[in-house]
């Protein structure tokens, strides 16, 4: 960690004073690739403390959601981990225990044994709509201090980004 030195604050960013690095960092795409890990921790944050009481994390959430939207025909695994937010590797013990808390269901389809597909039970359907109104509360929260024509240049920012990668 490089010292951080009070007397030059003003130079700083105000990246670089939130973690407290007084060297410039070695680029702006650094720069703006570390501010924006910081801000999805920060994110990813205050979505946890809004899940915590109900015993679930941001990516068992997000399994429960997408198995919401997938409906009574349910969907493979393999389709989960690729709508998933964030990659998760184990995506099958991520199933699994949500399976042992009785939230989704899974079964080996008959047409092709290989895939599993999964469900939410009806604990589980009930558990992400109880969760949606204090999520969105979290996510209003999250991006309260900018305007709603600075989230949409912001989402078409992230959605270059993103589009850039694929």
Do not use: H
Not at 24 to 33: A, D, K, L
Not at 40 to 63: F, H, S
Not at 70 to 90: C, F, K, Y
Not at 121 to 142: F, I, Q, Y
Request: hydrophobic share 40%.
């Amino acid at each position: 960690m490089y010292p951080y030195n009070d007397s030059c604050m003003e130079d700083l960013s105000p990246l670089q004073r939130e973690i407290r690095q007084g060297k410039p960092f070695r680029s702006r795409g650094q720069e703006v690739v570390v501010s924006l890990l910081r801000t999805a921790d920060l994110v990813r944050r205050v979505v946890g403390r809004t899940l915590e009481p109900y015993d679930i994390t941001a990516q068992q959430y997000n399994v429960l959601r997408i198995l919401r939207g997938a409906g009574e025909q349910g969907l493979p695994t393999l389709e989960i981990a690729e709508r998933m937010i964030e990659q998760a590797p184990g995506v099958t013990r991520l199933l699994d225990r949500l399976e042992v808390k009785g939230l989704v269901r899974r079964q080996r389809c008959a047409q092709d044994r290989r895939q599993v597909l999964c469900w939410l039970t009806p604990a589980g359907l009930e558990l992400v709509e109880r969760l949606d109104e204090p999520v969105d509360s979290a996510d209003a929260e999250a991006v309260a201090m900018l305007t709603p024509e600075e989230q949409d240049r912001l989402l078409r920012m992230l959605d270059a980004i993103r589009a850039s990668r694929r």
